[in-house]
């Protein structure tokens, strides 16, 4: 594939495999992939939202995400493919009203308001994505790449009560694409051999890069 500036977004449930896939067409490509740390290195209230409320993590999350996106942003104006494995904060205000997205944040919690604002600051101002491609997959695939991962956020409050964000996901990523001119795909993640899904991501890629 020929090489200009691009800035590929992946966006899907927590654990579908997105930083897994994106990471290995990276290396397929000598692009540049850039993604929050390992839970390993993640920060204790990032980990245990009881120590200081799910504010603080999320706001760490989102400071991670979007350094990436700014990174990738700027790679892009060299000329360069970046890829990001995550356009959460570019999408929230599309979703964070939705039904049963409690397990992300509350409405009753007190910064549910200031969230909901800066939701619609970041989509405003944040810069945008060429491609966008959501990772989809049934639940059964879901729930053997996220529980594979065995991260104790996954457990504690992601799985299995994040399943309907999938649908949230792909009407905040139709939407955003139309708003802002981004390409969309779709992708259906399988749990199973890596370089066959990256292969199958690469060819799906490839009709728009071609």
């Given at each position: 594939?020929?090489?200009?500036?691009?800035?590929?977004?992946g966006v899907g449930l927590?654990?579908?495999?997105?930083?897994?896939?994106?990471?290995?067409?990276?290396?397929?490509?000598?692009?540049?992939?850039?993604?929050?740390?390992?839970?390993?290195?993640?920060?204790?209230?990032?980990?245990?939202?009881?120590?200081?409320?799910?504010?603080?993590?999320?706001?760490?999350?989102?400071?991670?995400?979007?350094?990436?996106?700014?990174?990738?942003?700027?790679?892009?104006?060299?000329?360069?493919?970046?890829?990001?494995?995550?356009?959460?904060?570019?999408?929230?205000?599309?979703?964070?009203?939705?039904?049963q997205m409690e397990w992300?944040?509350?409405?009753?919690?007190?910064?549910?308001?200031?969230?909901?604002?800066?939701?619609?600051?970041?989509?405003?101002?944040?810069?945008?994505?060429?491609?966008?491609?959501?990772?989809?997959?049934?639940?059964?695939?879901?729930?053997?790449?996220?529980?594979?991962?065995?991260?104790?956020?996954?457990?504690?409050?992601?799985?299995?009560?994040?399943?309907?964000?999938?649908?949230?996901?792909?009407?905040?990523?139709?939407?955003?694409?139309?708003?802002?001119?981004?390409?969309?795909?779709?992708?259906?993640?399988?749990?199973?051999?890596?370089?066959?899904?990256?292969?199958?991501?690469?060819?799906?890629?490839?009709?728009?890069?071609?």
């Open positions: 594939m020929e090489k200009h500036g691009l800035l590929i977004a927590p654990g579908i495999g997105k930083s897994t896939l994106l990471r290995a067409l990276a290396e397929m490509h000598g692009w540049q992939r850039l993604a929050e740390p390992e839970e390993p290195h993640w920060p204790a209230s990032a980990r245990d939202h009881k120590l200081s409320g799910v504010f603080t993590a999320l706001t760490w999350f989102r400071a991670m995400r979007v350094a990436n996106l700014y990174a990738a942003d700027r790679l892009r104006q060299q000329g360069q493919i970046g890829l990001i494995d995550c356009y959460y904060d570019k999408l929230m205000t599309y979703y964070i009203e939705a039904p992300l944040i509350e409405r009753s919690d007190p910064y549910f308001d200031l969230v909901k604002h800066m939701a619609l600051v970041d989509n405003r101002s944040l810069p945008n994505a060429d491609i966008i491609i959501l990772f989809t997959a049934t639940f059964a695939s879901w729930e053997q790449c996220i529980l594979s991962r065995k991260r104790q956020l996954d457990v504690e409050r992601v799985f299995p009560g994040a399943f309907p964000f999938q649908d949230h996901l792909l009407r905040a990523a139709q939407l955003e694409s139309e708003s802002s001119g981004s390409r969309f795909l779709i992708f259906e993640n399988q749990f199973g051999s890596i370089e066959h899904s990256v292969k199958q991501l690469d060819a799906l890629l490839a009709t728009v890069l071609s």
